[in-house]
Structure formats: C-alpha cells, structure tokens
C-alpha cells in the first residue's frame, strides 16, 4: 500500500484554504511573469512607432508590419490563414478608424491596442498554466527524488528536441522538461508527460514506461506491454472546479484501466490534484482501499508529492 506512507486517512488528502490562497498567488505571479515579454515588446514598438509624424507614417517603419497586425486584433493562427494583401487592408483600416481619430495620441492608442491582442493571447495560454505548474512541481519532485538516491538520469530538453544527462545542480531543469528517463537497476525508465496513447486513443496526463529514452522518438510507446503506471494531473486549484476536475480524472482512469484490462494487463493508477474538496477525498480513499487507484497525493502537499515521485522511481 504506498499510500500509506504518506496518506492516513481520507482527510489527509483534502486541500486547506490555505494552501488555495497560495495557489491562486502563484498563478498571478505566472500570469506576470508570462506577460513581461508582451510589455517589452510593446516598449519596443512605442519607441519605433514614435518616428512617425502622422498614422499613414507608420506603414513605413522597418520592423513593425507585425506589431501592427497584431495592434488590428489578428492573432498568430489568424495570421497564418491569411494573405499579404489582406493584412494591408486591416492596417490601412485600423489606422482610419482607429489611429487617425487619436490625433496626436496615435502612438499610445496603437501600443494600448497590441496590448489588448497580446492580453487576449495571453488569457488563451494562461487556460493551461495551472497544467504546466502542476508538471513542474511533480517533475521536481522526481528529479529530487533520483538525485537523492544517486541515480543516472536523463531528461528531454523540449527547445532542443534533445536528451540530456541529469546533474545534481539542474536549476529550472523543470521549465523545459518534456520526459525524463532513467534506470531501475538494469531496467529501463521512461516518464512521459501528455501522450495520446494508441489504445486509449486519449491523451495521458502522466506515462511511464518500462523503455529506454528513445521511446518517445519511437513507436515503442504504443506496445502495451510497456506500461507501467498512467497518472491524471489536476493543477486547477479553484474549489468550484474540484469535483468537475475529479470526474474527468475519473473518466480517462477508468477508460484507461477498461482499455488495458481488454489485454489482460493492469498498470498501476494514480491521481495527483490541487484542489481536492471532502467529498472528493472519500472516493479517492475508497479507490485506494479497494485497489483500482494505486497511489494518491495532494499536490499543494510537498511531503504527498515526494512520497509519490519516490514510488514512481521505484515501480
């Protein structure tokens, strides 16, 4: 029962208030931080944009045909399914109807405007952050995890596209961290984060697998055999989202559990979530003492999630 080692009781798993204070803290502070190169950008624009003397003046500034599109409200995708001629129509549209009549606050009203697509994009990638928050943390906890019981690892660097041998010092090793590998005495480990996996037909939070780090440059992800262990991940830590975060967990688990038994195999389940409410806490427990959840944690709970990277490391 590895739960047990950090889990006594259903309560044990429930996320206190004060830990959804923190949780909320922390994702404004990664809103602003992920916002910091569209405000530098803008500063940019600004200054360039101030050589112009009037609106149509802009058109003739090197560098900022781009920002300008984006100042119309065309998004990267919106702007890859459109032409040249096209774009110039938008502009020359935008500066009539929406610069000239600035008058001579034109430049600010062009900045406020790239703002506001760029805050739009923002918001749309912000929908993930707590996802790829809540990857982080697990994969810290893995990395400390292999640190501290001295053993060889690997992890895919996802700007690269490229392994790399872990070291003990891998600061923010977990901002690029697509996979992570390692050895369970001459066995071979591979943890996959998102995978559409070919016999769930899904994508899974957390995979791992009984392979070498080819794996994911490989087909060999799709032998089921492979598997060892799948893992749902629920970083949203708003409390009105909990039980609505706990059956889509319970969803893709059960799918994936109905799935593999087809083929006469069981891998080992596990549930990690940010915001687990009482009632919430009771089925997990219960899907605990009766076996179809192998393993458990609170994610706001360090001690829970170390416990939990450790038998991950040790399956």
């Not at 830990?19 to 950008?41: D, H, K, M, N």
């Not at 100042?71 to 129509?89: N, P, R, W, Y």
Request: charged fraction near 25%; charge should be neutral; proline fraction near 4%.
């Amino acid at each position: 029962m590895p739960y047990l080692q950090h889990l006594s009781t259903s309560g044990d798993l429930i996320t206190a208030p004060e830990e959804i204070r923190a949780g909320f803290v922390a994702l404004a502070l990664e809103r602003s931080r992920q916002a910091t190169p569209f405000v530098e950008q803008a500063r940019a624009l600004k200054v360039l944009a101030m050589q112009a003397k009037y609106p149509n003046d802009l058109l003739e500034i090197e560098g900022i045909r781009t920002a300008l599109l984006t100042a119309t409200g065309f998004s990267e995708k919106a702007t890859k399914q459109t032409e040249e001629k096209d774009h110039i129509v938008a502009i020359q549209n935008f500066i009539e109807k929406f610069l000239e009549p600035a008058g001579t606050n034109f430049v600010e009203e062009l900045v406020y405007r790239f703002l506001l697509t760029r805050g739009d994009s923002l918001g749309g990638s912000m929908r993930n952050i707590a996802g790829k928050l809540a990857e982080r943390k697990v994969t810290r906890a893995l990395v400390s995890a292999l640190t501290l019981t001295e053993t060889t690892y690997q992890w895919f660097d996802a700007a690269s596209n490229t392994w790399i041998s872990g070291k003990s010092d891998n600061a923010d090793i977990e901002l690029h961290l697509k996979a992570l590998s390692w050895k369970k005495k001459e066995e071979a480990r591979t943890l996959i984060y998102n995978r559409t996996i070919p016999l769930v037909q899904k994508n899974i939070d957390i995979c791992l697998l009984d392979s070498p780090p080819d794996t994911i440059k490989t087909a060999t992800y799709k032998i089921p055999e492979r598997f060892i262990a799948f893992g749902e991940l629920k970083g949203g830590i708003d409390p009105a989202g909990a039980d609505e975060h706990w059956k889509t967990a319970q969803t893709a688990l059960t799918r994936i559990k109905t799935a593999f038994a087809n083929k006469n195999l069981s891998p080992a389940l596990f549930f990690i979530g940010a915001v687990i409410a009482d009632s919430m806490s009771q089925e997990i427990w219960g899907q605990l003492e009766e076996g179809t959840l192998k393993n458990a944690a609170n994610l706001t709970n360090p001690d829970q999630v170390a416990s939990l990277a450790s038998w991950l490391v040790g399956l």
